[in-house]
């Protein structure tokens, strides 16, 4: 590791307003600094995390081209679901996941995570919230010119986590995922597969309650979305709150999750 895991002071609290929101959406900064010490967690898998509910009252948002991406949607997830929202593109799936962790607002209605609803909530306020979700996207968005280590660190690092307590924290995260043997190499010399375990890690190194995967799977075969899944099952079962957006119906056949589907703005359940 590089001294770009090792922070000697809080540089992050020093950027201004707008800086740090959008380091926190590129980033996805998901712990909140002085959080008191967790437990040491087990060697392969990172400390439990309280799960979130999620709750869509009546949501609706079109654009300003007049698209309409949802329709009075209703939904609501219970601390520790797993769900799949499966649908076409252009259904509504990534507008969905936008509207729960902030970077959309609705139209009409309110979105809440856990007792909070985001409604209203902006700058700062809006950031606490967003450290408490782990987002994983389908094109990955690693740092190029960091190795898998500084990747999955450095969200902590950002908010001025000691270097005990990264370490405490990335190593399992790295396991978990089956990236170890993989800490020192760079994005580019990582297959798509280890690519998103990377971004994996990245997003539950801080133990969020609840993780967001946009089409985890678009980019990988077969075998690595199986993989990928898996993975996500775990986190699940430790007890993070999962959702997966995906049009890979194989994949969905597959578990014993429930199910919505998405189409042309409209939700309905498909599995229960």
Sequence with gaps: MTAAVTPTENRYERLPDEVRSRLNSRLQMISTPGDPPLPPPAIDSPPQAKPASVSLRNV??????????????????????FLFVTGPSGSGKSTLLKLLYGQERPCSGEVVIGDQSLTRLRGNRLAMVRRRIGIVFQDYKLIPRRTVAENVAFVLW?????????????????KMVGLQDKAKCFP??????????????????????????DEPTGNLDSENSLQVVKILKKLNSIGITVIVTTHNEHLVRLSNHPVVQLRNGYLRHLRH
């Design 60 to 81: 609706s948002k079109t654009y300003p081209n007049g698209s309409r991406a949802l329709v009075n949607v209703n939904l609501n997830i219970e601390k520790g679901d």
């Design 158 to 174: 950002a908010q001025g986590y000691t270097r005990k307590e990264i370490h405490r924290r990335l190593w399992p995260t790295l």
């Design 188 to 213: 580019d010399q990582l297959s798509g597969g280890e690519q998103q375990r990377v971004s994996i890690a990245r997003a539950v190194v801080g133990t969020p309650p609840l993780l967001l995967a």
